[in-house]
């Protein structure tokens, strides 16, 4: 082999070596970048999962406050059908009625 030959062989191996590092320099550096930028997202994405969280649990707060409600309002309801068993038929018919009118009244306001 000539002398030539052999500068030639070694420049081409430095070259290949040099492109292989520059190669490895952005690929480590975009990997880098990426993952950096999918910290980031993955912290917005914890954020909002605890703030859809919040907002359930205020949801769920509030419909247990309605069933309550509900359950209360009928419970006072069958408390009173059970307490007018006793009474007239004209008597109840005459409570319905002043009942009626008193919901229909607070339903206007």
């Known amino acids: 082999m000539s002398t030539n030959s052999i500068v030639l062989t070694v420049v081409a191996a ?3 070596l040099t ?7 952005f690929k480590r550096k975009f990997r880098a970048e990426r993952h ?7 912290r917005q994405e914890i ?8 907002l359930n649990d205020e949801m769920t707060d509030e419909l247990t406050a ?5 359950q209360i309002d009928s419970g006072i ?15 109840r018919e005459a409570a319905d009625m ?9 339903r206007a306001d």
Request: net charge positive; hydrophobic share 40%.
């Open 14 to 16: 430095l070259v290949a």
């Open 36 to 42: 950096l930028l999918g910290g980031a997202s993955l």
């Open 77 to 91: 309801a069958a408390f009173r059908s059970r307490g007018r068993r006793g009474e007239s038929a004209d008597s």
């Open 66 to 70: 309605k069933a309550q409600a509900a």
């Open 47 to 54: 954020d909002e999962d605890a703030r859809l969280g919040r």
């Open 98 to 106: 002043r009942q009626q009118l008193k919901d229909h009244g607070t």
């Open 19 to 25: 492109l292989v590092g520059v190669v490895m320099g």
